[in-house]
């Protein structure tokens, strides 16, 4: 079963940034939407991006858009979410997940694979 390791949080002052990292071990992405979605403290899941596996294409939510970056490296089996800018409102837990129906969903109840995630912190 493909399982995934998101890496690359951590503590940053606001204006800084940061590239988290989602690799897919014991299998690959292949032909899996990727998703983003991060948790603050006292808050419900919420999507931040997506990319397709197929052409690359992606869709942010508003909130990130502008300040975030998500991309593949189809090689390496691994995604990228580069952000940009980053604000205390950023701050939460951040956790990649695979959608290999490939439907390129904001909706987390399409993923079926996910990752246990890393902290962001961005402090003021």
């Known amino acids: 079963q493909v399982q995934l390791v998101e890496s690359g949080g951590g503590l940053v002052q606001a204006g800084g940034s940061l590239r988290l990292s989602c690799a897919a071990s014991?299998?690959?992405?292949?032909?899996?939407?990727v998703g983003w979605f991060r948790q603050a403290p006292g808050k419900e899941r919420e999507f931040v991006a997506v990319?397709?596996?197929?052409?690359?294409?992606?869709y942010y939510a508003d909130s990130v858009k502008g300040r975030f970056s998500v991309s593949r490296d189809n090689a390496k089996n691994t995604v990228y979410l580069q952000m940009n800018s980053l604000a205390p409102e950023d701050t939460a837990v951040y956790c990649c997940?695979?959608?290999?129906?490939?439907?390129?969903?904001?909706?987390?109840?399409?993923?079926?694979?996910w990752g246990q995630g890393t902290q962001v912190t961005v402090s003021s």
């Open positions: 997940a695979a959608d290999y129906i490939g439907r390129g969903s904001h909706r987390e109840n399409d993923y079926e694979t």
């Open positions: 014991r299998g690959t992405f292949s032909e899996a939407s």
């Open positions: 990319i397709s596996w197929e052409f690359g294409s992606t």
